[in-house]
């Protein structure tokens, strides 16, 4: 058994907690403030205990915890932190792969002689972690991606769980199918309208019927089901996707003004994909109503781009043709993905003059602030606030 997937407990907040010593023991927090319309980014386990958990409505969020210390993130600490966390992880093998700002997979088949078993392997990372930067990871140990991570979610908070196969096939059956990676709340409550509630209900469904209920992924989710998974350990993994997104405080309908939003997003993403090198096939624009509807279109261009205005039209036109024009709206989010690098894209001649114009904003940027330089469409008068 040599994979290992490795996760730090309630990140944001043990951060926190870390760096806080008088709120170690209480319910934390992070993400949106009290009175506003933001969500839950992560809580520590003091809060979970009141069934606080993560992505939910910080209204929702006080109503249950009303005692808990609320605080906004601080994404640039948490990344240094992360960055900290991922060179403890490569010292034991250079089979990382990054899943999240918190989370990974290794690959430790090639270590052993070096650093001993796979769980002597975990515990020394544990040891690491806690004494180089003062938090607590969970591991999980199997022989495949699928086990380990389900391994990490059975042993957490601050534990080491070794799942082999024997093991597996006793418990695989007994879990809830939202243990099956890919499995979200809505997959879920699909299934268990159907009357399939564990992993061993869905195993006894006929495969028509799975089918019906999960489409392209039937296969997928039954291998996971059964706990097979072939898939490797890719070291260096790239992200998926790059976006942002904004929760109003109170609902906008105005045109111009969501165009506008449309636009600052834009900018914010195609920032970010230059700056990681990369270029976007697919554009998405996501269009939550006030009563939670949430909307999300794609496009995809005949050629990757990156570039602020380029991402802008696309998400504007998204935006027109919604059938969402002048309805109040509580969010909006730009999304790319399908992303490749820009050094694999042909250069267009019709977009060096944008490209320029971009990367003389992004030197400016990156060299003294993200507000030091600011298109002009983005200019607001001084009651214009969102």
Known sequence: MDILHCDLDAFFA????????ELRGKPVIVGGQPGGRGVVSTC?????????????PISQAVRLCPQAVFLSPDLKKYSRVSAQVFSILSRFT???????????????????TLFGASRTIA?????????????????????????AKLATNLCKPNGIMELNRQDADRLLPRLSVSHLW???????????????????????????????????????????????????????????????????????SNQESLEQVILELSCKVGFRLRQMGFKARTISLKLRRADFRTLQRSQTPGV????????????????????????PLRLVGVNCSNLVSREDCQPSLFEEENNQLDQLMDHLRSRFSPRIVTRGGLLRGPDEKL
Do not use: W
């Not at 520590?44 to 939910?56: C, L």
């Not at 515990?123 to 086990?147: F, P």
């Open 182 to 252: 890919g499995v979200g709340a809505r997959t879920a409550e699909q299934l268990t309208r159907a009357g399939i509630f564990t992993i061993g209900d869905l195993l006894n469904t006929p495969y028509p019927e799975l089918e019906r209920l999960l489409g392209s992924s039937t296969p997928f989710l039954l291998s996971l089901a059964r706990g097979d998974d072939r898939r490797q350990v890719v070291p260096g993994h790239q992200a998926k996707s790059v976006g942002n997104e904004i929760t109003f405080s109170t609902d906008i």
């Open 304 to 327: 990757p781009i990156a570039g602020d205005l380029d991402l802008f039209a696309i998400a504007r036109e998204l935006y027109r043709e919604s059938g969402l024009l002048n309805i």
């Open 44 to 56: 520590s386990y003091q809060a979970r205990e009141f069934g606080v958990h993560s992505a939910m």
């Open 14 to 21: 043990s951060v926190e907690q870390r760096d806080n010593p």
């Open 123 to 147: 515990e020394k990372i544990k040891a690491a972690v806690l004494a180089e930067a003062g938090l607590t990871i969970s591991i999980g140990i199997a022989g495949n991606k699928y086990l």
């Open 94 to 112: 250079p089979l990382v792969e990054p899943l999240s700002i918190d989370e990974a997979f290794l690959d430790v088949s090639g270590c052993h």
